[in-house]
């Protein structure tokens, strides 16, 4: 038989795929990613479900710690918010899906790797572009997007073959992981409405605001109230407590890497406390040139993850620019939880630049005398002098 390996998440389209796959003579093997999305009894349920739709063996690949090292830390470090606004909670890790799929796929000598997108999104991007690039020897199989099916020939196709489940389709669509939840509706394909409170996964369970202390050691967070433990599980702690608040919740408008504006709703209470901590510990740990510089690198390094180009060697180099940018990003940051929201109160570090000893901002200086002052400040302002005085008639 030939040897196929299938992205299987268990809903319609894959269920589709693994089906149609096996009675057209494919040996499938049926991956699924945990980068933080599932329970254990949802593998379980996805995993029993998968034998139904013919596959030949499930297998479930724990890339949380992955997950983390080669994607999160770097957002983490780059304080990456596309638009100013979305942690890139789903595009970063089908990013790492991906990968474990394919490197899965070369392991059992696989000689066609599968998966349900459809040619209307981004993930289709996302998966052909690291399979050609990692594996150009295996033939990518995508049934959805190749038949152009509709959801509907899906179910008829599944029932004529003895699947009769539960296949319609949820109000709205739940996407969760390690780095945030995005939630798809009727509201998000239009331009005008906001999600109701009720799509959110976390609703509202503390009123009363909560005082959090997150400590990061060279820019990754190492303890959540002075328990200390690995970054990826003070995120899960962190997202535990922020939840409970109804924090982060946020509707992203972006560009498609097809080129349609695309519209989606997201909960990621630990992913935007972090990065607003960490920002505000940056802030104050290192040079304005350092600021500057990073958060360019750091647009074009979230860019160019959300548009499949991962493995581009430019990603490498960023990562090691804003790795060594973190250096002295250690400290304590507190928070403050509160409904809906959150403040940052303040930082404690031993790398915090504003040192009294060298003065304070609007009040005193101790580092130079005032004739210094004017001569610096004469110098600095030479060059517009210059330009005003010739170009006078302008």
């Known amino acids: 038989m030939k040897k196929l390996v299938i992205a299987y998440s268990g809903g ?11 009675k057209a003579g494919y040996e499938v093997y049926a991956i699924s990613v945990n980068t933080g999305g599932f329970t254990e009894e949802e593998i379980n349920n996805i995993e029993s479900n998968a034998y139904k739709m013919g596959v030949s063996t499930y297998k479930n690949i724990d890339a949380v710690t992955s997950y983390y090292n080669k994607v999160i830390k770097y957002l ?9 606004t979305y942690p890139l909670s789903v595009s970063a890790e089908r990013i790492i899906q991906v990968i474990e799929i394919v490197e899965y796929a070369k392991s ?3 000689k066609y790797i599968a998966h349900g997108s459809t040619g209307a999104g981004n993930d289709q991007v996302r998966f052909d572009m690291i399979f050609q690039t990692l594996a150009p020897e295996i033939e990518i ?10 959801r509907q020939e899906e179910i008829d196709y599944l029932k004529a073959n003895g699947i009769d489940m539960s296949w319609e389709k949820a109000k709205y669509s739940v996407n969760k992981g ?8 009727e509201e998000t394909l239009t331009s005008e409405k906001p999600l109701p409170d009720s799509a959110y996964p976390s609703q509202l369970k503390h009123a009363e605001p909560e005082k959090v202390t997150l400590t990061f050691l060279k820019g990754e967070l190492v303890a959540v109230n002075g328990v200390e433990n690995n970054p990826e599980v003070n995120i899960e702690v962190l997202n535990s407590l922020a939840s409970a608040y109804a924090i982060g919740r946020d509707i992203h408008v972006g560009d498609t890497i097809v080129g349609i504006k695309g519209r989606v709703g997201f909960e990621a209470a630990a992913a935007l406390i972090i990065i607003k901590a960490h920002h505000l510990l940056e802030k104050h740990t290192l040079t304005k040139w350092q600021l500057q510089h990073k958060e360019y690198l750091a647009s074009f390094y979230g860019m160019h993850l959300h548009e499949g180009q991962y493995l581009d060697p430019v990603m490498r180099n960023i990562e090691a620019f804003l790795e060594s ?5 250690s400290g304590d940051v507190k928070v403050t939880l509160k409904p809906y929201h959150f403040s940052l109160d303040g930082i404690s570090s031993n790398h915090d ?8 901002y609007g009040e005193e200086n101790k580092g130079w005398t005032a ?3 004017k001569g610096f400040i004469k110098i600095l302002g030479n060059q517009n002098k210059i330009y005003h005085q010739v170009n006078s008639e302008l």
């Open 353 to 360: 630049l504003m040192n009294a000893k060298f003065g304070s």
């Open 371 to 373: 004739d210094e002052a």
């Open 141 to 150: 199989i995508t049934p959805i997007r190749d038949n152009k099916l509709s």
């Open 108 to 110: 059992i000598n696989a």
């Open 325 to 329: 940018s973190q250096a002295t990003v």
């Open 76 to 84: 983490i470090f780059g304080n990456v918010l596309k638009n100013n």
């Open 12 to 22: 319609l389209d894959t269920s589709y795929c693994a089906v149609s796959l096996s």
């Open 178 to 185: 390690l780095w945030g939840t995005s939630v798809g509706g």
